[in-house]
């Protein structure tokens, strides 16, 4: 009796996801592959700007030294958001946190592709970034948790190829729209790509992991926020100050 609980312990335990020799769920490849395309997006948005700024700054009439805070506020964004993602992870279901930062982000983009000043772009670009923090920890983390440890490094090689590419075609696709459409395309070319993993991710992605009733360290949160957003704001000034000189 005993061999035969042992015996039955034994295969239950040398499945696919333990030994990882058969294929993920067809639901956790839906996952990985919403939030594999998002974080695409979200990284293609991040590197278009860089080519798009001095054109932004002559149809809107700002300097450069205003200019560069579409950037500036974008990474200071990231800086504060990024800390509060593990808590949010722990807190908040996939779904639901996908969700948010994919409509964070879709709204982010809509509002930049219609401002009109300069103002409601850089909020539009606040609002971008704070979706934009979210969905790498996010899919990192998915991957962790429901890979099996023998998987992961061919998944992450995987990812990390895909995602590469984004900052590579980033610049490119920015100087093809500013020469045949104009700046405003830059966030009309996203934005219907966002809409898509929205929806589908709002339709497929399902929550893998638990969520519990973690607190937040109400003091070390400031002070990461504080500490990395004066540090990124301070290489952003020597990079300026570098420039003017």
């Given at each position: 009796?005993?061999?035969?609980?042992?015996?039955?312990v034994?295969?239950?335990?040398?499945?696919?996801?333990?030994?990882?020799?058969?294929?993920?769920?067809r639901?956790h490849?839906?996952?990985?592959?919403?939030?594999?395309?998002a974080?695409f997006?979200?990284?293609?948005?991040?590197?278009?700007?860089s080519?798009?700024?001095?054109?932004?700054?002559?149809?809107?009439?700002?300097p450069?030294?205003?200019?560069?805070?579409?950037?500036?506020?974008?990474?200071?964004?990231?800086?504060?958001?990024?800390?509060?993602?593990?808590?949010?992870?722990?807190?908040?279901?996939?779904?639901?946190?996908?969700?948010?930062?994919?409509?964070?982000f879709?709204?982010?983009?809509?509002?930049?592709?219609?401002?009109?000043?300069?103002?409601?772009?850089?909020?539009?670009?606040?609002?971008q970034?704070?979706?934009?923090?979210?969905m790498?920890?996010?899919?990192?983390?998915?991957?962790?948790?429901?890979?099996?440890?023998?998987?992961?490094?061919?998944?992450?090689?995987?990812?990390?190829?895909?995602?590469?590419?984004?900052?590579?075609?980033?610049?490119?696709?920015?100087?093809?729209?500013?020469?045949?459409?104009?700046?405003?395309?830059?966030f009309?070319?996203?934005?219907p790509?966002?809409?898509?993993?929205?929806?589908?991710g709002?339709?497929?992605?399902?929550?893998?992991?638990?969520?519990?009733?973690?607190?937040?360290?109400?003091?070390?949160?400031?002070?990461?926020?504080?500490?990395?957003?004066?540090?990124?704001?301070?290489?952003?000034?020597?990079?300026?100050?570098?420039?003017?000189?």
């Amino acid at each position: 009796m005993t061999s035969t609980t042992q015996h039955d312990v034994d295969v239950e335990t040398s499945g696919p996801e333990t030994t990882g020799s058969g294929p993920l769920p067809r639901e956790h490849v839906l996952v990985i592959a919403t939030l594999l395309v998002a974080s695409f997006v979200v990284i293609l948005n991040e590197t278009v700007m860089s080519v798009a700024i001095p054109v932004l700054q002559e149809d809107l009439g700002v300097p450069p030294s205003t200019g560069q805070w579409l950037t500036t506020a974008f990474m200071l964004t990231m800086a504060v958001v990024i800390p509060l993602t593990g808590f949010l992870i722990q807190r908040v279901a996939t779904r639901t946190l996908f969700v948010a930062a994919m409509s964070l982000f879709t709204a982010g983009t809509v509002l930049a592709f219609f401002s009109t000043t300069f103002a409601v772009l850089l909020v539009a670009r606040v609002v971008q970034a704070s979706g934009t923090a979210v969905m790498l920890p996010l899919l990192m983390t998915t991957v962790m948790t429901i890979v099996p440890a023998a998987r992961r490094g061919a998944m992450m090689g995987n990812i990390t190829v895909v995602i590469a590419v984004a900052p590579a075609l980033g610049p490119t696709m920015s100087g093809f729209v500013l020469d045949h459409l104009g700046w405003r395309w830059i966030f009309g070319v996203v934005a219907p790509i966002a809409l898509a993993a929205l929806v589908i991710g709002a339709r497929y992605v399902v929550s893998v992991s638990a969520t519990g009733n973690q607190r937040i360290d109400v003091v070390s949160v400031p002070l990461s926020a504080l500490g990395l957003g004066g540090l990124v704001y301070g290489l952003v000034g020597i990079g300026e100050h570098a420039q003017g000189s």
